[in-house]
Nanobody
Framework: QVQLVESGGGLVQAGGSLRLSCAASGRTFSIYRVGWFYQAPGKEREFLAAIDWDNDNTAYSDSAKGRFTISRDNAKNTVALQMSRLKPEDTALYYC?????????????WGQGTQVTVSS
């Protein structure tokens, strides 16, 4: 099993920045990829960005490109999402999730989420 815990959410003004962190524990050697998702009130959860655990391959959604950067620190077993130029529509619950090795592209492990609120 892998446990994921998000942190770093909070209240920020439009145009500001936040850095979210996802701390992984447990069988971290079984992680293939870690992704960030967000879910705005009344909407479906959406993909933002992902990074492979053992290399620097990354992927971004169109809404994240140019504003968000995903990075990984294997020594600390953390994955960060640096968010800049935040907009009120970025207000959401942000989750990190992990794909385990050999499980295709299914995100098997999820954190509890961290709230980001962007004021106008």
């Amino acid at each position: 099993q892998v446990q994921l815990v998000e942190s770093g959410g909070g209240l920020v003004q439009a145009g500001g920045s936040l850095r979210l962190s996802c701390a992984a524990s447990g069988r971290t050697f079984s992680i293939y990829r870690v992704g960030w998702f967000y879910q705005a009130p009344g909407k479906e959860r959406e993909f933002l960005a992902a990074i492979d655990w053992d290399n620097d391959n990354t992927a971004y959604s169109d809404s994240a490109k140019g504003r968000f950067t995903i990075s990984r620190d294997n020594a600390k077993n953390t994955v960060a999402l640096q968010m800049s130029r935040l907009k009120p529509e970025d207000t959401a619950l942000y989750y990190c999730a992990a794909i385990k090795v050999g499980a295709g592209l299914d995100y098997s492990y999820w954190g509890q989420g961290t709230q980001v609120t962007v004021s106008s």
